[in-house]
Each structure stands twice: as C-alpha cells, then as structure tokens.
C-alpha cells in the first residue's frame, strides 16, 4: 500500500508539474470539488501574513497559485489595497471568490484562472508577488526563469515573498526538492529575509528582489 501510495503521489506530482494545463486544471477542479483541501482553509496566524502585510506597504499583491482565497481573505484588510489572484483551478476560483464577497472585500480583490507557469499580467506592477506553497509545482530547472519573467512585474522597491514547507506534515522528514528550491532561490537572487520555524512541517519563507546588475557582475 505504501509504495502504491507513493507511486500515486508521485505521478501527480509530476503531472501538476509538467503536465498540459488540461491535465493540471480537471485534476485540481475535482479536488477542489471534492473538498481534499479543506484543512486548509483557515490559515489565520500562518507565518507568511506579517512579512506580508509589512512589504505590500498598503499597495498591490499578486497571489501566484492562490488556491481558494486564504491570503486574500486572512491577510488584514488595511494592509493592502488591491489583490490579484491567479490560479489554474475554477473550482478554488469560485470558492475564493464567494470567500471574498462573505468578508467584504470584493471591491479590492479579484481573481484570473490562468497556469502562472505561462501567464503574463496585462502591463501591472506590484508592491509583493506571492508564491504561497504554489511554488511546488515550478520545475526546478525553469523555476529562476519563471521568477525573472515575473520580476518586471515588481514595481521598484517591490519584493517576492515564498513561503513552503521544508517537511513533510505527518512524518517530519525533510524534503529535499523544496530544500533544492530554497538554495536556487537564495544563490540567484538577493535575500532580504530568510526564515525557518520549528513548527508542524517546517515552515520556511524567504524574502528576496532581482539582484541589481551591479551585484551579478561581482557574483560572477
């Protein structure tokens, strides 16, 4: 059963991956539908809120992978004043959306269905572009490709924030792609914070911007 288990894991994991946005969209609208994440939809107090509130200086989010709307529900209301969510699943969508008008806050939130792996905003800059565990599903080899095409998208001054687990949940075990991540993201770009907590999963969030060009020609 367990290697069952672990074949099936992995073969959705690839496929959320690499896989067509066909494929990747039915398998995230019938786990939507099915209510598999419903564990999560309250996050109240998860780490990445306070970097959050304080870098999008009371300006623009752009929520990569934002799934049924925690961050644009639980993120403190004054803290910013536009939020845009991207996600390849109409199912989370709808319950994202519906989770917004219940708080108020459809008037300064809204949401596009797009794979953030090909999807380009239509000429906006952002204060804070979020990668909320959604960062999983970048291949390792595209993912400082995928965070340089998003980088013209910052306005100046503006940073990236991911936030991921370092462990399994259940087990404790460190994984190690989300570690590989991790160690692409602060060897290519500049690391205004880094964090790790000891809690459930081992949560970890960084804090980073392009590095000004001055600081690659030194690096190389």
Known sequence: MYLIDRTIQFVRGFLLSYGPQEIKRRVWDREYRNNKWYFRDNTIGDCVYPPLE???RKGSILDLGCGS???????ADS????Y?????SQAALEKASARTKQTGREGKSRFARADFLEWQPSGEQFDVILFRE???HIPLD??????DRYSIYLKEGGVFIVRLFAANPKTAKIKHRPIAMLRIIE???DVIESRRYETKGRPAL???RPRQRDDVEKAG
Request: no cysteine; hydrophobic share 45%.
């Open 206 to 208: 960084l804090v980073f």
């Open 187 to 189: 060897d290519e770009f």
């Open 134 to 136: 959604s960062i999983y």
């Open 54 to 56: 304080n870098y999008s």
């Open 84 to 88: 845009l969510g991207v996600d390849i």
């Open 142 to 147: 595209r993912i400082k490709a995928t965070i």
């Open 79 to 82: 803290a910013y004043a536009s």
């Open 69 to 75: 709307g925690n961050t644009a529900t639980e993120i």
